[in-house]
């Protein structure tokens, strides 16, 4: 079963709280934004491991949340780096 991007929308929403668990710290916009870039690092993630690795995650799967998480990680790492840059 392919995941849609509903699922990998649902799978984000998980993803976004244990990048924030992973990587604790004070980020602009708080949790709504946190639960935005899960969602959007998730679908990324999605893509981006069917696209340049061919690697389908199916379901509800530690794989596709390993995904997502990863995603999301680089994600909050990128918005880290450039709202910071906004605030000096």
């Given at each position: 079963m392919e995941m849609g991007l509903l699922s990998w929308i649902v799978v984000g929403l998980i993803a976004g709280a244990l990048a924030k668990f992973i990587m604790p710290g004070?980020?602009?916009g708080g949790c709504i934004v946190t639960t935005i870039i899960g969602i959007v690092g998730a679908v990324i993630g999605g893509f981006l491991s069917r696209s340049l690795l061919g690697f389908e995650a199916e379901g509800f799967s530690l794989a596709s949340i390993l995904i997502?998480?990863?995603g999301s990680i680089v994600l909050l790492l990128i918005y880290r780096l450039v709202a910071g840059r906004r605030r000096k």
């Amino acid at each position: 079963m392919e995941m849609g991007l509903l699922s990998w929308i649902v799978v984000g929403l998980i993803a976004g709280a244990l990048a924030k668990f992973i990587m604790p710290g004070d980020d602009p916009g708080g949790c709504i934004v946190t639960t935005i870039i899960g969602i959007v690092g998730a679908v990324i993630g999605g893509f981006l491991s069917r696209s340049l690795l061919g690697f389908e995650a199916e379901g509800f799967s530690l794989a596709s949340i390993l995904i997502a998480v990863v995603g999301s990680i680089v994600l909050l790492l990128i918005y880290r780096l450039v709202a910071g840059r906004r605030r000096k």
